[in-house]
């Protein structure tokens, strides 16, 4: 029975580490899912020594990335190349209905954790495997990081300048998404299981193929390609009259443009006699490429008299498509942002209380039952008796683990 | 609620209607028309969705001529109804089926009440103004079928300033601060070109979210409103930054394609007209695997270049003795000859490397499909694969209110005189009537 939350009354076993699977995890806790992370003993998951890290100082509980990709987890520490640490696994599993996992390929098996073993152990566990290039195919056993990815996969050829090399986005995103297409992919395969009643499956999620067939420039190019055999290449933003990042004044204001929505670009300015002139009043004279410079000089003094938020505004009053290319700091400063409360404070031994980002979705349940507050991240280690008691595994027993360098 | 099943999908014999406009809504009905859901497109012949059949209702041929994939028809031609032709609907709607009702009318309220009664889930992703006028909200949808999972996804959320802020990815995105971390280093914002990853992240959150919403539907015997504001759920995407500013007060800046702490790192030229290499160094040994690469074994041990951090201060100078070693390079031999030495390395891919690629290919990512206005093109195939599950696409995409008979008739059970009545008051069509 479902209580609070969708998943509440799942578990998930999480083989994952660094970006991409912890992400995955954390959005299947974030809904109720019961999540035990698996670490390797003594360092943990290796995210946990990557920055931002609190004041600068490195250590095991003090990276932000980590902080934030495992809020709600359970960490158990246990040494996967033992047998023991093996049969363990093969023992959570059992009580589990998920298991997510990012190794390289070939690992699981080279583990004993084969899908064959894991679903010896459990018939009905969804098992996914997140990986660079997937589990098969050519580039299988290729190395990838995040700007190789994105280059082969994403839509970076078209990122960037014409004038410029292509241009990786921003941060870890090509992982990110990844990792939420994994949490997507386990859920389904949970309803599979439970609505179907079928046997448990191997999900084969590839960072590779989640960015060539992600609905951003990157898919939309390939089909427009497809029908008219055109390579996009990069732009220039200012392709379109009225289009472009333009200066304000307190930064950089983005607006779409070109002669569907320009119309409202010049109202929105307050030019409207623009309109009467004969080259501004039909659709196919706006749409003259000589109208892009012309239009800069009427667009440029407005815009840098006033700031983002101002322009914003204005726009959303004209239904002008723009945006403020804010900071990190606007972003925690924005009002929309502040009135619906989105960031979350979590208080950790470490760091103290922090602001995180909020909730991807929320279920409204009624006013009776808001959303909950996030767990902080656990120290590595942390609940490693409490889920081994929860698998009948007795107190001697677990000192014998210890004593071996098990857990 | 779906009877008629021929071969078995997981999410078969659920029914969704769909709502949803652009990118981010679609990309979410897209997997679960995938993976055998019934997706039942809600359109209608008296409003033109721009940006979804096309950016306008009838472009040119010299408009679709232009640049620019958001106007891309097949052979380039818009055709005589180019709402069914254009690239990025066809990108999304296979396996899904269109009809048509205008909402703006009692009568077509009707007809959506009537769905709503025999569906599973509802979903769109309009500025919650677009919905207040055709009455669509949680307290009507709910007090039909008590039920249903309804999955709204306004740009910023329902509630607050921005609530009927209108915007597309790109602009949300500047709103989050992609644009702080995305960009050349030393240059300005107007450089950065966008990508619209957040439409992505929107999509797959809501396909996400509707899962979660339907077991919890199953095991509760209720229904369930979800809201996914895309803004928010796309700043999950620059978490890491996020807390380097919440934990430090650091605020993020362009770095190009550099990475913060290894070297070198970088995009580089290679042989022909923009081709491209991404090339990571992230280790000592990956240096050294470089240097004899590139035909510089004499760097490999020179004491200059022996730490990240050196080589992150000499990053201009070994940038260019990259350069001039791939600029003479095939893209794909390069890639090759790196990653056999062990480093990350990848072609930035156009469009047409990505369909001759030897492991899209050999996993099936595309499938082809034969469209009644578009003729046979290759789509993209489901985001991931499953062992078990043996699948493919059902049909091309709908054209817009091929599946009028199908939801008026069989599922409404309109008879041909009411049928008509409806083709006679702007509800049921295959052209627009604007």
């Not at chain 2, 949300?172 to 950065?192: F, L």
């Not at chain 2, 046979?376 to 985001?383: D, V």
Request: charged share 25%; aromatic share 8%; with cysteine.
């Amino acid at each position: 029975m479902v209580g609070i939350m969708p998943l509440d009354d799942v578990t998930v076993v999480d083989l994952t580490h660094y970006t991409a699977g912890p992400f995955a995890t954390r959005i299947l806790s974030d809904y109720g899912a019961n999540v035990i992370k698996v670490e390797r003993p003594i360092t943990g998951d290796p995210a946990r020594m990557l920055p931002p890290f609190y004041e600068d100082e490195p250590g095991l509980e003090r990276s932000g990335l980590f902080l934030w990709l495992n809020t709600n987890k359970r960490s158990i520490t246990i040494d996967l190349k033992k047998d023991e640490g093996r049969d363990l696994v093969l023992e959570l599993v059992k009580n589990s209905q998920i298991l997510v996992e990012n190794f390289s390929p070939g690992t699981m098996d080279a583990l004993g954790l084969s899908p064959t073993k894991l679903l010896e152990a459990n018939p009905k566990l969804i098992i996914t495997s997140l990986s660079n290039y997937g589990q098969t195919g050519p580039y299988r056993d290729y190395i990838g990081n995040e700007l190789n990815l994105y280059g082969m996969g994403g839509s970076m050829i078209g990122a960037g300048n014409v004038d410029h090399e292509p241009l990786k986005t921003a941060g870890r995103m090509v992982n990110y998404h990844a990792g939420y297409v994994a949490a997507l992919a386990s859920a389904l395969g949970l309803y599979t299981v439970e609505e179907r009643n079928e046997q448990g499956d191997h999900i084969d999620v590839s960072i590779f193929e989640t960015a060539t067939h992600s609905i951003d420039m990157r898919l939309n190019r390939l089909m427009g390609y497809q029908y008219t055999g055109r390579l996009a290449g990069r732009q220039s933003q200012a392709s379109a009259v009225g289009s472009g990042v333009h200066p304000c004044a307190d930064g950089y204001f983005l607006i779409t443009g070109g002669a569907r929505f320009i119309p409202n670009i010049i109202k929105m300015i307050g030019m409207d006699e623009l309109l009467d002139q004969e080259e501004w009043s039909t659709p196919e004279g706006r749409a003259h490429p000589d109208r892009i410079d012309e239009f800069l000089p009427h667009l440029i003094p407005w815009t840098l008299a006033r700031t983002k938020e101002e322009i914003r505004k204005e726009a959303e009053k004209h239904a002008v498509l723009g945006g403020p290319m804010n900071t990190i700091e606007d972003l925690m400063n924005n009002e929309q942002f502040i009135d619906r409360e989105y960031f979350q404070e979590i208080d950790h031994p470490e760091t103290g209380p922090i602001k995180y980002p909020g909730y991807h979705f929320t279920l409204h349940r009624g006013e009776d039952q808001p959303m909950p507050d996030r767990n902080r991240a656990p120290l590595l280690g942390e609940h490693s008796e409490e889920i081994l008691a929860e698998i009948g595994v007795s107190k001697s027993e677990i000192e014998k683990l210890k004593t071996k360098n098990v857990i | 609620m779906v009877s008629n099943n021929s071969k078995t999908l997981p999410l078969d014999g659920l029914r969704v209607l769909d709502l949803t406009v652009v990118w981010a809504g679609p990309y979410a009905t897209q997997i679960f028309g995938d993976w055998g859901a019934e997706i039942i497109r809600v359109e209608s012949i008296k409003h033109f969705p721009s940006t979804t059949r096309g950016m306008v209702m009838r472009p040119t041929k010299e408009m679709v001529s232009q640049k620019g994939s958001l106007s891309a028809y097949p052979d380039r031609d818009p055709g005589k109804r180019p709402w069914n032709r254009t690239a990025s609907f066809n990108a999304h709607a296979r396996n899904k089926k269109s009809m048509t009702v205008d909402m703006t009318k009692p009568e077509g309220q009707k007809v959506f009440d009537d769905l709503l009664r025999i569906s599973d889930a509802v979903i769109e992703n309009n500025v919650p103004v677009s919905m207040d006028r055709i009455n669509v909200n949680w307290e009507r949808v709910s007090k039909i079928n008590p039920k249903i999972v309804m999955l709204r996804m306004p740009g910023f959320g329902l509630d607050g300033p921005y609530e009927n802020y209108r915007t597309f990815g790109s602009h949300m995105a500047g709103v989050v601060g992609h644009y702080s971390v995305m960009g050349y280093e030393g240059e300005s914002p107007d450089m950065t070109g966008n990508t619209l990853t957040a439409d992505a992240a929107g999509g797959a959150g809501a396909a996400l979210a509707l899962a979660a919403g339907i077991r919890y539907r199953n095991h509760n015997d209720k229904g369930i409103f979800i809201e996914i504001a895309t803004a928010e759920n796309f700043a999950n995407y620059l978490g890491d930054r996020i807390l380097d500013y919440t934990v430090n007060n650091r605020l993020a800046s362009p770095v190009g394609n550099r990475d913060l702490s290894d070297a070198p790192q970088g995009v580089y030229r290679c042989k022909g007209e923009d081709r491209w290499i991404g090339i990571s160094v992230n280790s000592d040994t990956q240096w050294e695997a470089l240097c004899k690469v590139i035909g510089r074994n004499d760097l490999s041990k020179d004491p200059k270049y022996s730490t990240s951090s050196q080589r992150h201060s000499l990053h201009d100078t070994i940038d260019q003795l990259i350069e001039s070693w791939s600029e003479g390079m095939d893209a794909q031999i390069a890639m090759k000859d790196l990653q056999s030495a062990g480093i990350p390395a990848g072609v930035v891919m156009n469009e047409e490397d990505a369909f001759s690629d030897p492991h899209l290919d050999e996993i099936g990512f595309w499938e082809t499909l034969e469209g009644a206005e578009t003729g046979k093109n290759a789509y993209t195939s489901t985001l991931w694969k499953t062992a078990l599950t043996d699948r493919s696409h059902k049909r091309a995409a709908p054209l817009l209110g091929e599946d009028n008979e199908y939801v008026y008739k069989e599922l409404l059970g309109f008879d041909e005189d009411k049928y008509a009545e409806f083709e006679s008051t702007g509800h049921i069509g295959m052209d627009y009537d604007i």
